[in-house]
């Protein structure tokens, strides 16, 4: 083999390998092994963020951009722990492994609980506000708001973005009860559910699940073990009561990216639950390897990201703030 020849060879070893790890946390997925946590490095940016700990507090689900490899989350400041109860725009950049913080315009006490959404190709983040009935919308970095929800806000409602309803997706709001919508088109349209379908009050979740093209949706004060399917063409599907609470707070609630099966984390017995879709049935996830985060103290946030094939699971405890990944 000539000297061309090896260096072009180099080269494509190269390139591939680069392909192989093209991120921080590609690499880093690509080493986990199956029903397995690791504990990311420890991340000055992180610790360094300016917020307290009800910021993660009383939290579910954060949103993902595949396109430009970032999280996003907007976090509530509570009832007791700062100055100014402001809400914060959390970010996280996968490219420079940094995270940063962003004020928001909304002063006052709350948390965020499962209130993110967010559509990646146009670029716009969703947020819910505690007890309001204007979704706020983050385009380019400004704020707005959408028109008037169809039905009153509870304490503690929960939005997702539903890619596959409708031709070009739509927000889907899950309040308390049976109240649930969709907004597109720039308006709201309410979707009545069947007789006997009925959720919790408020602490209610949504997850959209890529795999089986649904949200995954239910739980609530007083009514938390209840949960539905909504799917694409409007229908909605009543599962088995759940053995765990599902209400936010009692659960944090995501799915895996490979299987499409639904992942809880149950907060009182630190217990992983999965969720077949298909078969309606629950099993308890034994015999994690690795480090098991769910030990840990303190507040939980759950990001799915779909091309790795992983979770990751933020926890904000005090000084203490630490990033592990799940891959199922």
Known sequence: MNRVAQLLLLFCVSTFAQSLYAS????????????????LPDNTSLRELDINYSHFYWADTAVWDPIRKRILWVGGPGQCCTKVPRYELI???????KWAL???????????????????DTDTLYFSLFRDRKVKVYKGNKWSTLSTLPFSAPDASSITWFPDINEKGALVYVGANRNIALYSDRKWQRIIPPSG????????????????????FGGGKNNDKSHYALYADGRIKKFSQAPISLGVGKALHTYDPLTGNL???????????????????????????GAWPPMQKGAWLAVPINEYNVNLFVNHYHQRRSVYMYKN
Do not use: C, Q
């Open 91 to 97: 970010k996280y950049l996968e490219s420079d492994n």
């Open 263 to 289: 992942i809880v984390l149950d907060l009182k017995t630190k217990h992983l639950w999965e969720f077949n879709v298909g078969k309606d049935e629950w099993k308890v996830i034994k015999d994690v390897n």
């Open 24 to 39: 921080y946390l590609a690499e880093i997925a690509e080493k986990l092994k199956r029903n397995s946590f690791v504990k």
């Open 197 to 216: 379908f009925s959720w919790g009050g408020y602490h209610v979740f949504s997850e959209y699940n890529h795999r089986h093209k649904l949200v995954w």
């Open 102 to 120: 962003e004020h928001t315009p909304f002063v006052k006490a709350g948390h965020a609980y499962d209130a993110n959404a967010y559509d990646p």
